[in-house]
């Protein structure tokens, strides 16, 4: 099976749909250790994404994606807009030449995209950033295809690998991010990007699993 452009666009819709339905409780966590905007940044985002990906005519999933990473760039004024504007833009980029976009491919362009968030932002594991979730949950997809196993439970693990990392995020002292200038008062609370990031994932299994669309 493989990922075709109406479950690339299923999955950004499922990803807005979650993010607006939890944007109090993302600005309600970024309140605590940032400015309290992450919600809504992701949500002025996703909803400016959201008919730009309608529009598309059936075309591919590299320009799907490289559409929400324009979007995001110039709609979210936070930290949150470029980062996941770079994760779509190489999802984008690494998924261009596919004629069609196998289990495989999405688990090494997801790789390959995080490895870009994290160049970009200049963000190591447990810094507690969205990256805490991303890089688990792009492994435990990795690893998991690796061993044999469908890509539904590939991306079962890697939705509950990013849950695991927001909530690793929690007693973590951040390095990156406004959430550093807290020092050790960031510990304790759970990162909004890291959760967001979860999101992301959840909207990934919902849209790619078999039987979904
Ligand atoms: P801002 O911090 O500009 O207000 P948001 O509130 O939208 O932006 O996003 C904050 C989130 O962005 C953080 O919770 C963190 O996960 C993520 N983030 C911030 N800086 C970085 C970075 N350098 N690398 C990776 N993620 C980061
Ligand atoms: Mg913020």
Not at 140 to 158: K, R
Request: zero cysteines.
């Amino acid at each position: 099976m493989s990922v075709t452009f109406e479950q690339a666009r299923a999955f950004v819709s499922k990803f807005q749909e979650a993010i607006a339905a939890d944007k109090e409780y993302l600005t309600e966590l970024d309140s605590a250790i940032g400015d309290g905007d992450h919600g809504i940044n992701m949500d002025r985002g996703m909803r400016a994404v959201l008919p730009k990906v309608e529009a598309l005519p059936n075309g591919t999933v590299a320009d799907l994606f490289r559409t929400v990473a324009m979007t995001l760039i110039s709609t979210v004024g936070g930290a949150s807009g470029p980062l996941y504007g770079t994760l779509f833009l190489q999802l984008g980029t690494n998924l261009k030449a596919k004629e069609s976009v196998e289990p495989q491919d999405w688990s090494e362009a997801l790789t390959t995209a995080v490895a870009a968030v994290m160049s970009r932002g200049r963000a190591e594991p447990r810094d507690k950033t969205m990256v805490d979730a991303l890089l688990p949950a792009s492994q435990a997809l990795a690893s998991g295809l690796a061993a044999g196993d469908e890509f539904d439970m590939a991306l079962q693990a890697a939705e509950e690998a990013a849950h695991q990392g927001a909530l690793d995020t929690i007693p973590m002292v951040a390095h990156r991010g406004r959430a550093s200038y807290l020092g050790d008062r960031s510990a304790g609370h759970q990162d909004p990007g890291a959760t967001s990031s979860w999101m992301l994932m959840r909207a990934a299994r919902e849209a790619f699993a078999t039987g979904s669309n």
